[in-house]
């Protein structure tokens, strides 16, 4: 009788196998994720932003006459892009995990000013660095966003977060919605997951505290009367 003996020991050629697998995914798939970031970063930011040079740091709209009604534009930045201010925010995000972020940016702010008081328009862009927490597990969240409120009519705050969780290696898209009292923000977000196994985040409530940098560069727009 011939009997055949197996052997469950791995072969030289598995283990060669599994390194080149190892050393493609760490050349091709890391540098892809840091890309993806970068690139939706820009596309972000562009989407609402425009490139905009300065003629001069006062700007009239209308033609000036005694009795012509006309706005003044003051302090106009050099480029929109780049904005006019510094962005710096802390948050607590309640979703189906305990989520604390920091982020740091650039802001294009401009108020109108009338016989009412002022109104102010705020955009602002960048990076953030977030620490999510859920039954016992951490997770590092980096994220890249794009926010537009409006104080004090209405008082409307609109946000997008893109979130690349370097623990799990999940990507998602969190748009958010609610109320912005210039410096501080309430808001209810969703948060899509576009790549991974779970969802660990969902329906959430944000609460952010934010800080501008620099507020005194702001355009300044009011009428030539009220």
Known sequence: MLLLFTSTKPSHNAFLTKSIIDKAYAAYVIPKTWLSIFVLFVVMISANLSLAQRIDSTRVRGSITHDTFYI???QIPKSKFLG???YTAIAYNRTKTNEFDFNLGRTYGSSFCGGAGCNFTIRSWG???GIAFNNGKTSQLLKA???YTTFYL??????TDYIYDLTTNSHYLRPSLGISL???DLLYHYTFKLSGNENLFKH???VRYKYFFKQKNWQKN????C
């Open 72 to 74: 003044i534009h003051e």
């Open 84 to 86: 006019n201010s510094w």
């Open 127 to 129: 990076l953030g660095y």
């Open 145 to 147: 966003f794009w926010e």
């Open 154 to 159: 209405p008082p409307l705050g609109i946000r």
């Open 182 to 184: 210039f410096r501080l």
């Open 204 to 206: 959430g409530i944000t």
């Open 222 to 225: 009011y009428p030539n009367r």
